[in-house]
């Protein structure tokens, strides 16, 4: 069980960080109960800031659903266009927007599988932003899968909420020190080359985590002074930093083993 300053330190942390939620609601529609469950995920994560939903009223099953998810506080944009992709093409605008923003949230939970929003989260992690993505089964883009920091399905909404209750209510805590965390980072950029694959943030957070129980994403990162990360990127930057990998973008790389042997 943590110390009662490290428990208080933690939610510190959680309130410090601002939370945008941006929900394509044509990609994964969101019963009134799941969409409560997406609120309450949301503000574990942190200060809840932003809650819209991006739907078009000229289609009678959007419009319909709008009224429950008011009712719970959602901001619902109607975006009353004929043109494909129009509600797409403004939750994009805004989530560039929202960037230059004074109270830019830390974490976007992007809510859709659409591989149209692939670049835009690139800008975000650019920006040292972290994106949480969800989406439905069987209907997320492989681009959005390599490169979010967190993905879920909208049906896991309700364990996930659970599982956050409980470790609040046991004090349960994981934590990985900041050397053995770059270790990991090490080992799996290692197996994601030698096997041809992807080495984008996204999928080398998920392999550490299969490696390591500890590990539970960027959050669970301990650094010697007490600071946490904001988000996976920060953390690759301070593994830079000390020389242990290298970046290009939002793909990580070994470093040469002669600069190791220098």
Known sequence: MPHANQSSNRQTNQQQLKVGIYCDFQNVYLSQNIASSLLAFAKARGSLIIRRVYYNSLFQNQASAKENLQRIGFQCEDVTCSLKNSADNQLKSDLIDDVYNNQSPDTFILVSGDGDFANPVKFLQDKDKNVIIFARRGNVKQSLKNLADELYFVD????????????????????????????????STKTSLSQGKSTVFGYIDNLMRQRC??????????????????NFSQFVDAAV?????????????LVELDKLAA
């Open 156 to 187: 896991e909404l309700p364990q996930l909420v659970v599982k956050n209750t409980q470790l609040e209510t046991t004090e349960i805590e994981f934590q990985i020190n900041y050397n053995d965390a770059v270790k990991y980072l090490i080992e």
């Open 213 to 230: 129980h500890k590990y539970q994403g960027f959050s669970s990162i301990s650094m010697s002074d007490g600071k946490k990360f904001k």
């Open 241 to 253: 930093r000390d020389g242990k990998v290298q970046r290009q973008g939002q793909e990580l790389f």
